[in-house]
């Protein structure tokens, strides 16, 4: 089959970086992104590259060079459906906030709202991927949608799960670890996945595109996020006992890391994981587990968040503790909202839970992020707050004592600690010596990140993360 036409069903962090790079790496292929979002597509198409929606490094250059020459961002999702021959769908997948599975299982209404209208636009044969991290047999429940067409159309359905990291998104597309495919070992399911992989050869060495069933596929991307967020689990479990016992977690994770059979990347210890994947997805795995009866491996899953959630409220209280117990009217200051560096996204961030927990103690929060937006901020506490049903006067009041400045300088002023919450480099180029003098003494940095160098200032106390 010969692909000269394709769009994605969502043009968020993952279907917008992912189709670009797609359109830049194949010029002969038309790439239309959709989503009914209108103001995502507006600032999608915006003439200044500094305006788009999400930020990511390199992210504007693609889009630059493919933008109005095979990419495409429109709200018309039916147009794009009937003229393309491969529809990826990248819409989120949060966790259900109601009925059955809530707080665990996946949300799949916008899977279910994408794969109706597919149904019932379609007229003719259709290739529909699964771009967003889905539970295992998803593809099933697909299919099952998509056979009410009425139109003789025959739909094969792959999964294509996405592996890219926020902040790193574009190098992640560039020279991916892999690349999996998952389709139906039939004629028609062979022949649409050597369709997608034609498409990744275009960049990607034959020997990186993985071709599994589809199950396989649905489960690997599940089980990588949970692998991923365990080791950070794993070290963040243990920098709680290097300070009862004297240990250095940088010590200790380099010394494990050494061993080649473990490796070095993401045993870097921290306030805990934020972002909008891998809590979700761990919860989602733990739901299944549960659904096909396996307790034990649901809860050995679970513990993985439960570590996590532990980790940032055992640093909230390092804080307090480290305050003589008691925050209330003290000015403190977050250096970082973001869930990690070089991004705008907040979601899931740390910075949020360790928030809440200063502002209920009675803290003046004051909040200083490179990237992250003021609205974003009181929006992230806000919808913290409405899930704890918490009434709109005392959000109201809550947010007066949260303040948000553009400036570090500013935010430091006068306050009793800092506390890093996010691994932004400035943070490490500040002039620390002159900060500390213009804080209430003695001047403390809780160190979120292990970020600061030791040397940083002889009148700073700084507080790390596992030693
Ligand atoms: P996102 O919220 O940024 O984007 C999803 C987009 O889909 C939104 O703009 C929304 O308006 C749109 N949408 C929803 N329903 C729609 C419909 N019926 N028609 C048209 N548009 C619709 O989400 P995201 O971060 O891009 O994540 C998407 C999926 O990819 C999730 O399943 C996520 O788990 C997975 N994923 C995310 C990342 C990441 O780093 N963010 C990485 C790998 C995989
Ligand atoms: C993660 C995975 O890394 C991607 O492979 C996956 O595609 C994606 O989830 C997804 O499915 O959405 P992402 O959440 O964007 O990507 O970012 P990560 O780099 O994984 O960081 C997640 C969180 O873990 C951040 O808060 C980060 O600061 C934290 N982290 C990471 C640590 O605390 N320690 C580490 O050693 C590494």
Redesign the pocket.
Known sequence: MYVNSICC???????GPTMAVIALKCPNIKVTV????EQ?IAAWNYADLDQLPIYEPGLKEVVAEARGRNLFFSTD?EKAIEESQLIFM????PTKTYGEGKGFAADLT?VE??AR?IAEVATSDKIVIE???LPVRTAEKIKEVLSSNTKGVHFEVLSNP?????GTAIQDLFKSDRVLIGGDDTKTGKAAVAALVSIYSNWIPKEKILTTNVWSSELSKLASNAMLAQRISSINSFSALCEETGANIEEVSKAIGMDTRIGSKFLKASVGFGG??FQ?DILNLVYLCKHFGLAEVAEYWHQVVKINDYQKNRFAKKIITGLNSTVKQKKITLLGWAFKANTTDSRESAAIYIADVLLEEGAEVHVYDPMVKKERIYQDLTTLWESKQFSSLEIVSKLERCLVHSQYVTALKDSFAAAILTEWEEFNTYDWEAIAEGMAQPARVFDGRNLLDDSVSNQLRVVKIGS
Do not use: H, M, P, W
């Open positions: 069903i969502g043009a968020g962090y993952v279907g959709v989503d009914i979002n995502r999702v990248a819409v989120n997948t916008f709202k994408c209208q771009k967003s991290t996405e592996f890219l990291a926020e909008s994947c979700k």
